[in-house]
């Protein structure tokens, strides 16, 4: 089953503007991963917030974590055609007695219009 | 560093023929894993090795089997494909899975495989 959902499952915008996504989890997690994927090729890791973080930035990446909640957002500022992309959230699966990887969610995909 | 290779990158097999995907990476990682993604869904884990000569099972394994007899390198077997195994795989590696590391990981391009 899929830990992590992205919300909305698609977005377009305008260049320029800023792109807001979403991610809702299930169980506690020990971090939570924002990877991009490009048409036809492979994740390219992003951005990772720990359990005990509540954001974190890079460049014009910012994303939020919210415990509480299980939730965590993806804010894009100053969008560029070249972030034109599917966004994933992945969470850690471990829980001590299952399979060790990572869970994705089903993405977003973001278009942005020139 | 060439990061995470797979090869091929695309394949088409007959119903019932078997093929192994390849997977190398050249990051000294010891957690290597194996995903496979369908149309309009996220990855999900097939395999996966916390380091040369361990390996377990991941969320979908039925169909693949896989090997780890170096740190480089981690094979994904379908041993007898069907239809259902049509899809995109991606290998992936880190440092290790979870923890302090983070556990980053870093992908290969992907292999298209089309069953038939």
């Known amino acids: 089953s899929q830990q992590g959902e992205e919300d909305p499952q698609a977005l377009s915008i305008q260049e320029g503007e800023n792109a807001t996504m979403n991610c809702s989890y299930k169980?506690?997690?020990?971090?939570l991963q924002w990877y991009r994927q490009n048409s036809g090729r492979g994740l390219v890791h992003l951005i990772l917030?720990?359990?005990?973080?509540r954001e974190k930035h890079s460049g014009r990446l910012r994303v939020t974590l919210d415990t509480s909640k299980k939730s965590s957002s993806l804010l894009i500022t100053a969008s560029r055609a070249a972030d034109t992309a599917s966004y994933f959230c992945?969470?850690?699966?471990?829980?001590?007695?299952?399979?060790?990887?990572?869970?994705f969610g089903k993405g977003t995909h973001l278009i942005i219009q020139p | 560093n060439a990061g995470v290779t797979q090869t091929p990158k695309f394949q088409v097999l007959k119903t019932g023929q078997s093929m192994t995907l390849q997977c190398a990476q050249d990051?000294?990682?010891?957690?290597m894993s194996w995903y496979r993604q369908d149309p309009g869904m996220g990855l999900r884990l097939i395999h996966y090795?916390?380091?040369?000569?361990?390996?377990d099972q991941g969320e979908v394994p039925n169909g693949y089997n896989v090997s780890r007899s170096t740190t480089e390198d981690f094979p994904l077997r379908l041993l007898s494909a069907a239809p259902s195994q049509t899809s995109v795989y991606f290998c992936?590696?880190?440092?290790?899975?979870?923890?302090?590391?983070?556990?980053?990981?870093?992908f290969g391009p992907g292999t298209r495989l089309t069953v038939l």
């Open positions: 090795s916390v380091g040369a000569g361990i390996t």
């Open positions: 992936a590696s880190s440092y290790e899975p979870r923890g302090l590391a983070g556990g980053e990981q870093f």
């Open positions: 992945a969470t850690d699966m471990y829980s001590g007695g299952g399979a060790d990887g990572l869970t």
């Open positions: 169980t506690s997690i020990n971090n």
């Open positions: 917030i720990r359990s005990n973080e």
């Open positions: 990051m000294n990682h010891e957690y």
